[in-house]
């Protein structure tokens, strides 16, 4: 195999792991970012200060999926914590 | 169509000063609807008008509302209980009247629906020249009327964060991953219509209050607290961007005789008058004295209209 070769093979190793590593950064901005969307909207409902009750509830109809992703992330939060400390390689 | 509301402390005089500035508008020539935004009402009765529909014709181009509260707030759960059920179709298991029917004793929700119905009037009512709207004392009337500022920064807010998660969803899209059935574009997100939805209504009355065809005017007694309402008021309002076009000092005790009794409550009043001028300066400040009876009726009021005069002629100039 050629040196050329070589040294693309391995470049193209590497944008694959960042690709992989920068994608799952990505997804896990996007939870977080649903999640505080998710929270602000039910807010109201939930005896928090936010936008009115009436807001809330003409978003609520659109919102089940990152709801229920919500909630089950909640249930889990200590193993939340592990996944974000697992993603910063910080254990 | 021009706006005039009338802020000030419970009892200064404020549905008086509604009530005859109207008279005086529609006694110049213009059609006039005065309109009555407080819970406790006696716009009728200081016009000592009898019936009591909602709705009542006191003179030719001269027509009063009495918001019914409660009915109010009952008409705008209806219309939001609509839109719910509209989108919340598939979940017919869910007793969404009942929900409504708590709702109803939920705080602030007497605000959003005197707000829907100064929203309602002001579009049923575009070919009167003058709304003149009454309303309840300071606190209620402050909240009532930044609600569409408060729920406009909000909805800003939110749409900036939902913004953001579409763009994150767009990303992996185009990085090959997986996103699912999920909308990535603003224009195919139905959150993000609803937000625009909410926006653009809270845009309508926004604009409508900070236009230059909406005035406030101040309504105060000249004793120490309701100066000190005022003056909250009209920081309030003017940090909102409304208009604050003069005030009444209404109530001004004038003794052709000094009275010793009272020779402290008219040094107060001269404190007061000194420093009102000071706040309100620039502002047109009319002065109305204690009246020996209470203005009720028409012809009372025109003569309260009188002492008035200057405030109507510069809202006219304006
Ligand atoms: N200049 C005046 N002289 C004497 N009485 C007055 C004067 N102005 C108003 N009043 C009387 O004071 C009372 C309160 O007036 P009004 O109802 O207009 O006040 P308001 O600010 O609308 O009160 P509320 O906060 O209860 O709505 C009424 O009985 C009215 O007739
Ligand atoms: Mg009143």
């Given amino acids: 195999m050629r040196l050329r070769d070589i040294v693309k093979k391995m470049f193209s190793g590497i944008s694959e792991t960042f690709k992989e590593r920068s994608a799952e950064l990505i997804k896990l901005e996007l939870r977080e970012l649903e999640n505080a969307f998710t929270l602000l909207v039910i807010s109201p409902l939930i005896g928090l200060p936010g936008p009115s009750t009436i807001t809330s509830l003409r978003l609520l109809p659109y919102i089940e999926r990152e709801l229920s992703q919500s909630l089950n992330v909640s249930r889990r939060l200590d193993d939340m914590l592990a996944e974000m400390l697992g993603y910063l390689d910080i254990t | ?318």
């Fill in chain 2, 1 to 318: 169509m021009r706006i005039i509301i009338t802020v000030g402390k419970g009892g200064v005089g404020k549905t008086t000063t509604a009530a005859s500035l109207g008279l005086a508008l529609r006694d110049r020539g213009y059609s006039v609807l005065v309109v009555s935004l407080d819970p406790a009402h006696n716009l009728g009765d200081v016009l000592n008008f009898k019936s009591r529909s909602s709705r009542m014709k006191i003179l030719d181009n001269y027509e009063i509302i009495e918001v019914d509260v409660d009915e109010a707030v009952k008409k705008y759960l209806d219309e939001v209980s609509l839109m719910i059920k509209s989108t919340f179709k598939h979940l017919s298991v869910l007793n969404i009247d009942k929900y409504i029917d708590i709702l109803s004793n939920a705080p602030g929700v007497e605000e959003h629906a005197l707000m829907s119905e100064f929203k309602r009037i002001i579009q049923e009512n575009d070919n009167k020249e003058f709304i003149i709207f009454d309303m309840p004392p300071t606190g209620l009337s402050l909240r009532i009327i930044s609600l569409p500022f408060i729920h406009r920064s909000w909805l800003v807010e939110l749409k900036k964060l939902r913004k953001a998660i579409l763009d994150r969803r767009r990303m992996l899209k185009n990085i090959g991953e997986d996103v699912g059935e999920i909308p990535v574009d603003e224009s195919s997100d139905p959150v993000m219509r609803e937000l625009d939805n909410m926006l653009k209504e809270c845009d309508f009355l926004v604009k409508k209050l900070t236009s230059r065809d909406t005035v406030c005017i101040l309504v105060l007694a000249p004793e120490t607290l309701p100066l000190l309402e005022a003056e909250r008021a009209l920081r309030k309002l003017t940090s909102l961007g409304i208009s604050v076009k003069g005030c009444v000092v209404n109530k001004v005790l004038r003794l052709r005789e000094p009275i010793p009794e009272l020779k402290s409550k008219i040094e107060e009043q001269e404190r007061c008058l000194s420093e009102i001028r000071r706040t309100f300066k620039g502002m047109t400040i009319v002065e109305v004295p204690f009246l020996e009876q209470e203005p009720r009726g028409v012809d009372a009021l025109r003569r309260y209209a009188n002492y008035i005069d200057s405030l109507v002629e510069s809202i006219l100039r304006s």
